[in-house]
């Protein structure tokens, strides 16, 4: 099974990105999924995830209140719309999956995508 990522690009400081992430066949359905970045010459770390039924959710506190992550688990696929981009949200964005649920707290996924890049001007 494959993620392809896709949605990122440029954008000024205060604009939006949707991001979206398709799983290549039916495995996530019962699975909860999530996005992550690593910014230039940083570590990966934990952006958001939501959960096999798409209404549990969690955030990291750097982006809470502008990012919002959603599941079409018909499509097994995972979106994250971001608002009020800053540019320190400047970063390569991958989607991740697993088959099935965990606490969201856990951040421990099987399957990762490409990676979208995301870069925000001052």
């Known amino acids: 099974v494959q993620l392809q990522a896709s949605g990122g690009g440029l954008v000024q400081a205060g604009g939006s990105l949707r991001l979206s992430c398709a799983a290549s066949a039916r495995a996530f359905s019962r699975g909860d999924m999530g996005w992550f970045r690593q910014g230039p010459g940083k570590e990966r770390e934990f952006v958001a995830a939501?959960?096999?039924?798409?209404?549990?959710?969690d955030y990291a506190d750097s982006v809470k209140d502008r990012f919002t992550i959603s599941k079409d688990s018909a499509k097994d696929a995972v979106y994250l719309q971001m608002n009020s981009l800053k540019p320190e949200d400047t970063a390569i964005y991958y989607c991740?999956?697993?088959?099935?649920?965990?606490?969201?707290?856990?951040?421990?996924?099987?399957?990762w995508g490409q990676g979208t890049q995301v870069t925000v001007s001052s």
């Open positions: 991740a999956a697993r088959r099935r649920t965990w606490a969201l707290g856990n951040h421990e996924y099987d399957y």
């Open positions: 939501v959960n096999w039924s798409g209404v549990g959710t």
